[in-house]
């Protein structure tokens, strides 16, 4: 079995406000990040995602750092984090994220007119944060090449009406307070 299955499968479940979710390293920083799973998260990434001719990797902070860092110095493709602080430079642009738990401003800095991206992230949840980046993105004219989260929880989302398609490498869902495996092999 591989690792990401194995260890989703073996995540603590915590409630939080009457919501069941799994605590990960990829999603959480906790447990710990084997460098075993972060590997083999970054080859199926490699493999799966549409890399030919991307100028750059478009991440959200925090938790798709980690991921989009590992991919960046396999692939030698520049990362780019869409922070949740305003510095202020040129070119500078801002976008509000809405998420299932909060609401808050973030800004894209060093993505430009024509510019092709890979957007990456940890999970695919409420799809609040990649809506509004894939709509800051299309904004500022970057081309987005492809958009792929590691981990999909299994639900609607902001995305379905759109025509933004997020591939994933596993699927899973929380119910009676275990993780369960909808799809191994995620979204294409």
């Known amino acids: 079995m591989d690792k990401l299955k194995q260890s989703l499968l073996d995540a603590p479940i915590i409630e939080k406000d009457g919501y069941h979710y799994f605590v990960h390293p990829i999603s959480d920083g906790v447990p710990m990040l084997e460098p075993e799973l972060l590997r083999e998260i970054v080859i199926k990434i490699i493999r799966k995602a549409e890399l030919e001719d991307v100028d750059k990797i478009v991440t959200p902070a925090a938790m798709g750092i980690h991921i989009s860092t590992a991919v960046s110095l396999m692939t030698d493709i520049p ?69 792929l989260a590691v981990i999909k929880k299994e639900g609607p989302n902001d995305l379905d009406d759109t025509d933004v398609n997020v591939k994933t490498l596993i699927n899973v869902d929380v119910v009676d307070g275990e993780v369960v495996i909808t799809d191994e092999h995620g979204d294409d």
Request: charged content about 30%.
């Open 79 to 147: 990362l780019v984090v869409i922070r949740k602080r305003k510095y202020g430079l040129d070119g500078e642009v801002s976008l509000t994220q809405q998420t299932g738990y909060s609401e808050s401003e973030m800004y894209i800095n060093d993505v430009d007119d024509g510019d092709r991206v890979l957007v990456l992230d940890d999970v695919l949840s409420t799809g609040g944060t990649l809506r509004a980046i894939t709509d800051a993105l299309e904004h500022i004219g970057a081309d987005v090449s492809d958009v």
